[in-house]
């Protein structure tokens, strides 16, 4: 990959908060475009915060968040239809009467603009997005019959309906079985890989992306880390963020957490 070094996120000395609440502190980090980043920390640790604070949904209080080339604090900037988002998974209702590709249509009226309706090219770019995630088959389902994991690949289709450089994925591998968490990482991988995304993962499982990530971003209110995994899983700092809450095995970290996920 052309370590070309191009930011297109760049905290500087920002913090994120509401009265009385300091949920990120004195952050600065840049990430490039086309980077692969994990962003990890324990429970409470900002991480949603800086979801929140990446979608335009949160202004710094203090210090600059620049996204691309824009350092407009306005908060619903139409550079924000460049960053597909991928929820934490909710409960799909079973006979809420959805289908697979009008769910992946969804990402289209973010790029469209309110007043223009959907048209062929609209679903042409749906139904793309559908096949980069293996699911154009399934187009015509309703969305509440798919398992979990199928769900999931909707939802990052319809992220990547939007045609975002940016990939923002929340926990998306909260409440699937293994073997369909260590899939879905895998679809991400490569669509970083083909699609030349900048791909930013939320998560709590280290041990699954710390092989596939090219930095590692550590969070607990400030940053304690950003870079190569190998470095920013030293057991040091580790133990410094974690506490007593951490495990360190021969191959992999154990983070003892209560998840506070309702599965």
Do not use: W
Not at 104 to 117: D, I, Q
Request: with cysteine; proline share 5%; hydrophobic share 40%.
């Amino acid at each position: 990959m052309p370590n070309t070094q191009v930011p297109i996120i760049r905290f500087d000395h920002a913090s994120f908060g509401f009265p009385g609440v300091i949920a990120l502190k004195d952050i600065s980090l840049s990430i490039n475009a086309g980077e692969f980043v994990g962003i990890i920390g324990p429970n409470g640790s900002g991480k949603t915060t800086l979801c929140r604070a990446v979608l335009g949904l949160m202004a710094p209080t203090e210090g600059h968040l620049h996204i691309f080339d824009c350092a407009c604090d306005e908060l619903r900037c139409h550079h924000r239809a460049k960053i597909g988002y991928l929820p934490q998974k909710g409960v799909v209702d079973r006979n809420f009467p959805v289908t697979v590709l009008e769910t992946v249509m969804m990402g289209r009226y973010g790029a469209l603009g309110l007043f223009r309706r959907p048209g062929h090219e609209d679903r042409d770019i749906a139904m793309d997005a559908l096949a980069h995630v293996g699911m154009d088959a399934h187009r015509d389902t309703a969305l509440g019959h798919l398992s979990g994991g199928q769900q999931q690949r909707v939802f990052i289709a319809r992220a990547l309906a939007q045609q975002p450089m940016v990939l923002l994925l929340d926990e998306p591998t909260t409440g699937l079985d293994i073997t369909t968490q260590h899939n879905v990482i895998e679809l991400v991988q490569h669509l970083h890989e083909e699609l030349k995304l900048t791909v930013l993962l939320i998560t709590h499982d280290i041990n699954m992306i710390r092989s596939r990530v090219d930095r590692l971003v550590l969070l607990k209110t400030r940053l304690y880390a950003a870079g190569p995994p190998a470095d920013v899983l030293n057991p040091d700092i580790l133990s410094q963020v974690y506490g007593k809450d951490l495990v360190i095995t021969e191959r992999d970290l154990v983070i003892v957490e209560d998840y506070h996920h309702h599965h």
